[in-house]
């Protein structure tokens, strides 16, 4: 390798011995935000030991990790292990052919077509959210949508994955979820791991939860194998699914992990997606209104239909915005197993190498007023104008996310249902920003005022 091509990669330079450690852990948004705006596209952070991370914020980088080399790029091991102790070998952590194999397996489930028959269950589930919110809109009380919007999408992904209603242990279900989310970003937090086995009261609660998860899993799946009776949902389609090679299907563990992972991918992220579009809507009055007329318009005094979405046009782009400015993943890892060359900088095999979709979807070289929300960017184009690889929502390449049919399906369905019935407005004052959890939690959680509609257009 020339002297050209070994260039070291700027970057900040950090503390003693900890290199930029102490500060990625305190701050990761922050922190990667910052690095980038000073030193460009492809920044280099020192850790502890010889370890090497790299963030890179160019369409054309991203290409060449997630499309052309992805063959060296599989998921960076460091996150996947961390990833590993809850959601298994799913689609979200497995590489190499045992993913491909899965996946073959896999998405026939998520086609469109087969999706849109989910609609039904997505509108119903937002429509038993709305009666229950009816006494608090008679008091136009203000209230965090944030365990709301995940109370909603997990009866949604129950419904769909399993035909079931699982309204009477919704609660300690989306709690188990959130206590293995919570160890899970801890960990990936830290930079020096503890002991798998060491004793803490955090991994006690996560082995809990994981037992209750895997109880009611495993309990579902068994019943389901034993059943005669046919059924229309990601569970039955998984358990028919055959390789088309071998002709296997998936073991129960399989089955197990792959229902995990929905619940990792398909449930906190589509309700986190749509806290951040009542929350841009709110701040934008002429845009939710221009929802409302379009809703108005397709659907009048009926509910919304998945047939409906090619005609609400404005809605979708409206979430396509959203998933720009908040995308539902905010960051991706890989680590290439052999020395490679990115942008001119030289990154070494076994280093970590993050893609932000959070930063890439900021970035002004691609972009005309990046942070502001401007919806109409994507009345012409699926990549509101910019380059392929600038809009990653849903990642690229042969690992795009498979259940983003669902999420482009699910989220304008219950935006359309709810703004039929309601209003929701931002608490005056409330500063909206990220933190730097996996998933994009807004700080402070998100509360709304949440009125009528109709008692608020006849008041104007």
């Known amino acids: 390798m020339s002297v050209a091509v070994r260039q070291e990669a700027p970057g900040p330079k950090g503390y003693p011995v900890v290199g930029t450690g102490p500060d990625l852990v305190r701050d990761l948004v922050g922190t990667f935000t910052a690095a980038w705006r000073e030193h460009g596209d492809v920044v280099q952070f020192k850790l502890p030991g010889k370890r090497r991370m790299f963030l890179i914020v160019h369409p054309d980088h991203i290409k060449h990790v997630l499309e052309d080399r ?41 086609k469109g077509s087969r999706i849109s028959g989910f609609g039904p269950a997505m509108v119903q589930s937002t429509a038993d959210l709305i009666e229950g919110w009816r006494p608090l809109a008679e008091r136009r009380e203000v209230v965090d949508i ?20 699982v309204s009477a242990r919704a609660g300690e279900i989306a709690q188990a979820v959130r206590t293995c989310n ?34 009611f899993v495993y309990g579902l799946i068994a019943d389901r194998r034993r059943s005669q009776e046919r059924h229309d949902d990601l569970l039955s389609r998984f358990l028919h699914a055959k390789d088309d090679g071998s002709g296997a299907g998936m073991t129960d563990k399989q089955l197990r992990d792959e229902v995990v992972t929905i619940f990792l991918g398909g449930y906190e992220t ?5 806290v951040w579009a009542f929350s841009l809507t709110s701040r934008h009055p002429s ?29 979708r782009q409206v979430f396509a915005e959203v998933l720009r400015l908040y995308p539902s993943v905010w960051t991706l890892s890989r680590t290439p197993l052999e020395d490679d060359v990115i942008g001119g900088y030289h990154v070494p095999r076994g280093s970590q190498v993050f ?13 005309t007023n990046p942070e502001g ?7 012409t184009s699926a990549t509101g104008g910019a380059p392929l690889y600038a809009y990653i929502p849903f990642s690229r390449g042969p690992r795009l996310c498979p259940g983003s049919s669902v999420a482009v399906l699910e989220a304008p369905l219950v935006i359309a249902r ?9 608490a005056p004052g409330h500063v909206c920003e990220p933190t730097s959890n996996v998933f994009l939690y807004p700080r402070g959680g998100m509360p709304m005022r949440i009125e009528r509609a109709d008692a608020v257009v006849g008041a104007r």
Not at 146 to 165: G, K, N, Q, W, Y
Not at 359 to 367: D, E, G, I, T
Not at 418 to 426: A, G, V
Request: glycine share 4%; net charge positive.
């Open 70 to 110: 992805q063959p060296i790029y599989p998921k960076d091991p460091l996150s996947v292990g961390k990833f590993e102790p809850f959601v298994g070998q799913g689609l979200f952590t497995s590489n190499g052919e045992f993913h491909f194999r899965q996946r073959r397996m896999a998405q026939p489930a998520f």
């Open 146 to 165: 944030t365990p709301e919007m995940m109370r909603l999408a997990l009866t949604i992904v129950m419904r769909t994955l399993f035909s079931t209603d």
């Open 182 to 215: 919570s160890y899970t970003n801890t960990r990936l937090q830290r930079f020096v791991e503890l002991p798998e086995a060491w004793p803490s009261k955090a991994r006690r609660d996560f082995l809990a939860a994981r037992a209750l998860l895997d109880e």
């Open 270 to 274: 589509t309700a986190l997606s749509l």
């Open 287 to 315: 845009v939710e209104q221009r929802i409302r007329a379009e809703v108005a318009e397709v659907c009048g005094d009926r509910e919304p239909l998945a047939s409906d979405l090619p005609k609400l046009k404005y809605l």
């Open 355 to 367: 893609i932000s979709p959070y930063l890439m979807h900021r970035h002004p070289a691609f972009w």
């Open 373 to 379: 929300f401007d919806p109409g960017r994507f009345a």
């Open 418 to 426: 709810m703004f039929q019935d309601y209003k929701l407005t931002l």
